[in-house]
């Protein structure tokens, strides 16, 4: 073959069919995530090129403008009416603008925020060769106990990379609710895994331990991403489409332009059934849920007490979020099949998790476990399939993260000499030692067992009550009878605290700085002014109830 006969192939190959578009993007309507994946991007140039003695003011002002002003324009575009009247799905299809989207982003930012304060704590340590230290590792390449590390605490480094990576995974949380088509869902799903992965291995006290957590997580967590994907590929399959709107229409059987290749393989239920089980397995591993537990209690106690509680709080957010999108949006048409499943979950969930709660001796693997439990009670409104149902979860995802970041907060203030004091033992006698502190995080526990005039009890009976009406019955007894269970652990906690005597070589409460006093005191604010007056946020859940389609 001659060089012009290949050359004339070349030309003809290459010349234009027909102009590609440029995608159309609307940035106004992106500003929360758009904004917060600015400051991350800002935040690794921060490390790269501000001095090491500066870093961390500069580090800590770009992370509160960047959260600050994301949750500013997401409470501008609801205002201007982006989740009632103007919902909408913009960048061509992939990320939906609704009520459901803006109300969770807008609690992801404000958990952040709060979380991102106990990030910055740096009193609760005594001071290390004169340096103040904070929670994470001073070098987090070097091994534990080697020469290296004991250079870099005596060089006073700390680990500033802790507030890109925070930014970066909230990002990808604002995204994954949001997303509105399966891709987008992947992307998303990446983005916020991988930088908790690495936070987790940052513990200064205890690193190996914290390193093992982050090993465990990161195993589970590619496994679970690695069923997510396979579940993706064969809703593909099934319904030629990536898009959450085909593939439900798909389901429905309301598609009007079917090809023969799509006539094919829609009538393999097959794809459809296994594809949907194992997105949806993947979210409820991100959520917590039993039989996709196991690595939530491990990974709780080793990973830094501050990234605990941004994890516990901010990715049940997120992930309940992009669970009710994938349930309500892309398979309603499943309902019948999802939902005899979703009983089974969420029952084994309250009950696994209020059951094995009672045998923790570890005041975070306690945490944790209650956290499972609780997922299960967010569950029971996610079957309810109806708007109250939507509109009470979001009600206590929001209600449940303050309460939980405010817990890890206290959690970080008992310390003994080895750091902070998780063992149940060590709190006994605690609300004679300190009362105050016994008291807040008192507080604290009753929200978690739903004792009324507590955010907690607003939560749960707004969740029982959708799913009570959904025809769920059976499973609110269940839920009651698990929240009787779970509220046996708490108040053992709060007698332990109160009723006991204080042992002579116990630990002390740390006074920690206007930072960590912020994040407790929002915490106990949220969980009062939800429990007393919980009716105005319930109206705004309600009115960001409907998903934009």
Known sequence: MSATAVHSLWTTAADPIGKIDAPKIEYAQLSPMLIVIGA?????????????????????????????????????????????????????????????????????????????????????????????????????????????????????????????????????????PAANDLLTLFVALEVFSLPLYLMCALARRKRLMSQEAAVKYFLLGAFASAFTLFGIAMLYGYSGSMSYATIARVVDGTITDVTPALADTMGNDALLLLGAALIVMGLLFKVGAVPFHMWTPDVYQGAPTPVTGFMAAATKVAAFGALLRILYVVLPGLRWDWRPVMWGVAIVTMLGGAIVAITQTDIKRLLAYSSIAHAGFILAGVIATSPDGVSSVLFYLAAYSFVTIGAFAVVTLVRDAGGEATHLSKWAGLGRRSPLVAAVFAVFLLAFAGIPLTSGFAGKFAVFKAAAEGGAAPLVVIGVISSAIAAFFYIRVIVLMFFSEPRPEGPTVAVPSPLTMTAIGVGVAVTLVLGVAPQYFLDLAGDAGVFAR
């Open 40 to 176: 991350a991007i800002v935040g690794v140039l921060v490390e790269a090129f501000v001095p090491r003695k500066s870093r961390y003011y500069a580090q800590m002002f770009v992370s509160v403008v960047g959260l600050a002003a994301a949750f500013a324009a997401a409470v501008a575009l609801a205002a201007d009416g982006y989740g009632t009247t103007k919902a909408r799905i913009a960048a061509m299809g992939a990320i939906a603008v609704d009520g459901p989207a803006l109300f969770l982003q807008g609690t992801i930012l404000l958990a952040a925020l709060v979380a991102l304060f106990t990030f910055a704590e740096r009193r609760l340590d005594p001071a290390a060769h004169g340096n103040r230290v904070d929670s994470f590792a001073a070098q987090a390449a070097s091994v534990p106990g080697s020469d290296s590390e004991k250079a870099a605490v005596k060089a006073g480094f700390t680990t500033t990379e802790v507030f890109p990576l925070l930014l970066f995974a909230v990002a990808g949380m604002l995204l994954f």
